[in-house]
């Protein structure tokens, strides 16, 4: 039996994968998650052969899962995606498989014979090389994110990227500083930084990144760590890790 794990944000989602599976003697459904850190868990804890992914998830996405999984944790994935079918390409040349929501019956059973194969005579070291390598494809193909899409109370907000002064980690969410305001986003801070400009956009902490273009001054008074103050009055900590960046932007502006 191939023990399989379900994951996707939308239950109505994973219950059409059930539906599909139902007819699959070989499958066993070994759990279902809604969302990447429940992936994570399950994926260490349930060990299953084969995961069908969701691309697109809130906290974690789908390739932020395998990322957070050591190389002899990760099982067979299909991912489920929305993706459009230029940077599809980059999964057709590794030993794993891709589904198009919604998803086509014949389509599905192609992915499975596909996934049965690698499963039968598959060597852990290489099929997890192959994904790796995916993933390197894919970051390359992510679209460069502008705006931000947010909701303010009743009504939805389409925020510039250039119009945002910092963005802090809070948990599994992000909180964009935009001058007084803040808003929250259903997304972590390393999944944005996978996806804004790096030139406008710096990682000065592990909890945060500032718009290059509204840092005021970089200080360390003695006694106290590296920190940078915004035009807006924003105080944000420089962390060590993240010490040589804050060095080589300044060296890039002020030659």
């Not at 998830?57 to 995606?81: Q, R, S, Y």
């Not at 945060?208 to 273009?213: D, G, L, R, T």
Request: glycine fraction near 4%; hydrophobic fraction near 45%.
């Amino acid at each position: 039996m191939i023990r399989t794990l379900l994951v996707d944000d939308e239950p109505l989602a994973i219950e059409a994968l059930r539906a599909l599976l139902a007819a699959e003697p070989d499958i066993e459904i070994a759990g279902t998650c809604l969302n990447g850190l429940e992936a994570v868990t399950s994926i260490r804890s349930l060990r299953p052969d084969l995961v069908l992914l969701d691309v697109q998830m809130p906290g974690l996405d789908g390739f932020e899962v395998i990322e957070e999984l050591e190389p002899a944790e990760i099982p067979v994935v299909v991912f489920v995606t929305a993706y459009h079918q230029y940077a599809l390409r980059a999964f057709a040349v590794h030993a794993v498989d891709y589904l198009l929501k919604p998803v086509e019956p014949e389509r599905f059973r192609d992915a499975l014979r596909h996934a049965r194969e690698i499963l039968s005579g598959r060597h852990e070291q290489e099929s997890s090389r192959r994904l790796l390598a995916l993933l390197g494809d894919m970051e390359t193909r992510r679209p460069t994110l502008d705006r931000f899409v947010v909701r303010d109370q009743d009504r939805v907000r389409f925020i510039k990227a250039r119009d945002v002064d910092a963005i802090e980690a809070a948990g599994v969410y992000a909180v964009l500083h935009c001058g007084r305001d803040v808003f929250v986003l259903r997304d972590s801070l390393s999944a944005l930084e996978g996806r804004l400009d790096s030139r406008r956009f710096l990682r000065v902490h592990r909890s945060w990144m500032v718009n290059v273009e509204r840092i005021a001054e970089v200080n360390r008074a003695a006694g106290h760590p590296l920190e940078m103050r915004l035009a807006t009055g924003l105080t944000v900590p420089v962390s060590r890790r993240h010490r040589a960046a804050v060095r080589d932007f300044i060296r890039r502006e002020a030659p």
